[in-house]
């Protein structure tokens, strides 16, 4: 069983920045595609964006902040999130989420239902 556990998250201060991990394990897949999602108090969770771990670049929504950045170690199976510039918007609480199919990550376009496996999450708090 696929396990994901993400990290990284607490109270950071507007302006600052943080980065937050998602570590998997349990691999019964040679590739994921790995997702970070967010969900704001009283919001729906949205994406931020999928990284496919056989290689390429990030897939992130033109409604998505640069402020947000994807790196992976597949060495040792960890997907990382930077945030810079925290913002009080971005208090939420984040999740990583992984499918193994290729198309997910390349498809343009993704959602909740596409990712089997998902992490118990990470809070993320902002103050000002």
């Known amino acids: 069983q696929v396990h994901l556990v993400e990290s990284g998250g607490g109270s950071v201060q507007a302006g600052g920045s943080l980065t937050l991990s998602c570590i998997r394990s349990?691999?019964?897949?040679?590739?994921?595609?790995m997702a970070w999602f967010r969900q704001a108090p009283g919001k729906e969770r949205a994406g931020i964006g999928v990284m496919y771990t056989g290689g390429g670049d990030p897939v992130i929504p033109e409604s998505v902040e640069d402020r947000f950045t994807f790196s992976q170690d597949n060495a040792k199976n960890t997907l990382f999130l930077r945030i810079s510039n925290v913002k009080a918007e971005d208090t939420a609480m984040y999740y990583c989420?992984?499918?193994?199919?290729?198309?997910?990550?390349?498809?343009?376009?993704?959602?909740?239902?596409?990712?089997?496996?998902w992490g118990q999450g990470t809070q993320v708090t902002v103050s000002s």
């Open positions: 989420a992984a499918d193994p199919r290729w198309s997910v990550c390349s498809g343009g376009f993704f959602a909740e239902e596409d990712f089997p496996y």
């Open positions: 349990g691999d019964i897949y040679s590739n994921y595609c």
